[in-house]
């Protein structure tokens, strides 16, 4: 029996404006301090409001940021700020088939048909700057777990990769469906990869069209724990459970894994450079298959809708 958790909601701030702001628009983001073997910082995201899409829109990565400047300021008591972090991180998506299909692929064709390339690269550079920070801010205190119950696809991926630990049901599926119409993943692929495959067979994953299964990645040292459909939390809490018996000697080892091969925003600043100029030239033929993934995606909502009902 997995203890009770003790909810905690933190307050974050308005996020800074959409560019495709909406009536409707409401937070995606929740979270809660979970007692469990140790104390966990719970980070639940949502769809869009509009789409429909479990994808990383301009609002949503504001608030993620958000969270993270809230996260280190999380009273727990006296102490130094190291007390102020809780042990353990756990990244989870509401969505029943999705962790996440990626960026926001509507905004992007929009910013490439407007040829407005400072204002993706400026969101791309909020992607980026979200991605560092998880994936090396709270290093020092904090193991991070991202729990996987469905697709991650894309930037999803990338989020995933920046965790400390990877939690996958059987069900979920991996890949990068950027190279199908002519780009690349613009944050951390390369490098979040790189340290647990190797720069060549991240450079194949990246660019094979491949979608991966959760043991496929687990033989591959990319996932850390494969359970059984409908068990990801109680997985996480086991992982917790024995991670936090031996957590300083973990936390230590963990910090000399990123010592020994850290996260270089200088490089994740030249992949976004890249990224926008090649998304600027991309050809009539790759950008009408941008738009048959979008409508690919919204059908797949649409679907899923229609089953629930």
């Known amino acids: 029996m997995s203890a009770m958790p003790l909810i905690t909601t933190i307050q974050t701030n308005q996020a800074p404006q959409d560019p495709h702001p909406h009536p409707r628009f409401a937070r995606r983001v929740?979270?809660?301090?979970r007692a469990l073997s140790s104390d966990a910082l719970w980070?639940?995201?949502g769809p869009d409001n509009e789409s429909g899409l479990q994808n990383?829109?301009?609002s949503l990565v504001a608030e993620f940021q958000s969270v993270m400047e809230t996260a280190t300021r999380v009273p727990r008591g006296q102490g130094s700020a190291i007390s102020s972090v809780a042990p353990y991180t756990v990244l989870q998506s509401s969505h029943p088939d999705y962790f996440s299909v990626g960026g926001d692929l509507s905004f992007f064709r929009a910013c490439i048909e407007a040829r407005d390339a400072?204002?993706?690269r400026e969101y791309s550079m909020k992607c980026l700057n979200l991605m560092y920070d998880w994936a090396s801010r709270l290093k020092e205190y904090n193991t991070s777990i991202a729990l996987?119950?469905?697709?991650?696809?894309?930037g999803g991926f990338e989020m995933a990769l920046s965790n400390d630990y990877i939690i996958a049901e059987e069900r979920s599926s991996f890949g990068f469906p950027e190279i199908m119409f002519g780009l690349f993943p613009c944050t951390g692929a390369m490098g979040l990869l790189t340290n647990r495959v190797g720069a060549r067979q991240a450079e194949r994953m990246m660019t094979n069209k491949q979608v991966y299964s959760a043991r496929e990645l687990y033989d591959m040292g990319i996932v850390d724990v494969v359970c059984?459909?409908?068990?990801?939390?109680i997985a996480v809490e086991?992982?917790?459970a024995d991670h936090s018996k031996r957590q300083k000697a973990m936390l230590k080892v963990q910090k000399?894994?990123?010592r020994h091969a850290p996260l270089s925003f200088e490089e994740g600043v030249v992949v976004v450079d890249d990224w926008v100029e090649t998304a600027m030239n991309l050809s009539d033929e790759e950008l009408r298959n941008m738009e048959m993934l979008v409508k690919l995606q919204r059908n797949g909502v649409r679907t899923a809708h229609h089953q629930a009902a």
């Open 30 to 33: 929740m979270t809660e301090l």
């Open 43 to 45: 980070v639940t995201f």
């Open 256 to 258: 000399s894994r990123y």
């Open 118 to 120: 400072r204002r993706l």
């Open 238 to 240: 086991r992982f917790i």
């Open 148 to 154: 996987i119950q469905g697709r991650a696809l894309g």
């Open 228 to 233: 059984a459909d409908g068990e990801g939390e």
């Open 56 to 58: 990383f829109t301009w």
